[in-house]
């Protein structure tokens, strides 16, 4: 059979892995020829078309102050408020956000920390951030990353390499072991609303279980205000189990699964395919573009997200 060549930027990012089991920052640091490889966004006659925005950010508007209605101005802008105030239509002014932020969410739910291809569902997450910060560096944004943690400040905004080294360094520390401070998924993209202004982009790295956990007025307001996308680690064995008796072992103990006997694998099925499925449907609701990445996938599997619309994929 013949084999789809690989480019040198694919073939330069794979020779450098860690052991699957923690993510390594010289793999991190390898994908940044992945992202600088990418295609940037498309410019048209009149700026940039898609979600990938120009460093003079048409979306990223920061409210500058008001001042009467005159003829011509949007009426989408009117100042509602400060109309019913005075009696006298206003409008809104707005300047530029010259620099767009990246916020890489990082979910540690201990539910991530197991892989049976390639790596562990953690190590992915991380490499996923990983290309998320560099990418965000090529365009110019500031980047920026959190945990759901009662104590642990989130890494600060900043641009270049620099930030994104920042970020790489904090995916490497949360991602080779559950932390014990854990406050889960909702306390992150709290953490998150109160740093992101209109416009911000927002990288979710996350197990379904913990995507459902999370209010959904908490992902509406997330949805609304930000460009959002959601990964959902997964693993070929949660999602497509074999048909046979599976071995584990338990506190020394051998275990066997009867994955061949049909309720079993409905039971299977319940528990690991019916959150993801769960979750795709929940986050499609609130307009997040979201997707299933798994432990085999390629680093760059879910680039194509950014490019596109909102939309479910299975």
């Known amino acids: ?178 932390p014990k401070d854990d406050a889960g998924l909702a306390k992150a993209l709290e953490h998150a609303r109160r740093l992101l202004r209109p416009g911000s982009r927002v990288i979710v790295l996350a197990d379904p279980a913990s995507v459902l956990a999370v209010p959904a007025p908490l992902w509406a307001g997330i949805g609304q205000h930000h460009d959002a996308v959601v990964l959902l680690l997964t693993d070929p064995l949660e999602r497509r189990p074999p048909a046979a008796r599976l071995p584990f072992s338990l506190d020394g103990e051998r275990l066997e699964l009867a994955l061949d006997a049909a309720a079993v694998r409905q039971r299977w099925l319940q528990a690991f395919d019916a959150p993801m499925q769960g979750a795709l449907a929940l986050l499609q609701r609130q307009r997040i573009r979201a997707q299933p990445l798994s432990s085999d996938d390629p680093a760059d599997a879910w680039l194509a997200l950014l490019d596109g619309p909102a939309r479910r994929t299975g």
């Open 1 to 178: 059979m013949a084999q789809t060549p690989r480019s040198s930027t694919q073939a330069t990012t794979e020779a450098i892995t860690g052991d699957g089991i923690v993510p390594s920052l010289a793999e991190l640091v390898a994908l940044r020829a992945l992202a600088q490889g990418r295609r940037p966004p498309r410019r048209g006659q009149h700026g940039v078309q898609g979600h990938a925005l120009s460093n003079l950010r048409g979306r990223g508007m920061e409210y500058a102050e008001s001042r009467e209605y005159a003829a011509g101005d949007d009426a989408r802008h009117i100042d509602w408020r400060l109309t019913a105030r005075s009696g006298k239509a206003h409008t809104k002014l707005f300047q530029a956000e010259r620099e767009r932020l990246t916020l890489v969410v990082a979910d540690t739910a201990p539910a991530l920390y197991f892989g049976t291809r390639v790596r562990f569902k953690s190590v992915q997450a991380a490499r996923a951030g990983a290309l998320a910060a560099w990418l965000a560096a090529r365009d110019g944004d500031r980047i920026a990353a959190l945990r759901g943690a009662l104590q642990e400040a989130p890494v600060a905004p900043a641009s270049g390499q620099r930030g994104a080294l920042r970020v790489l360094d904090a995916l490497v520390r949360w991602y080779a072991q559950p």
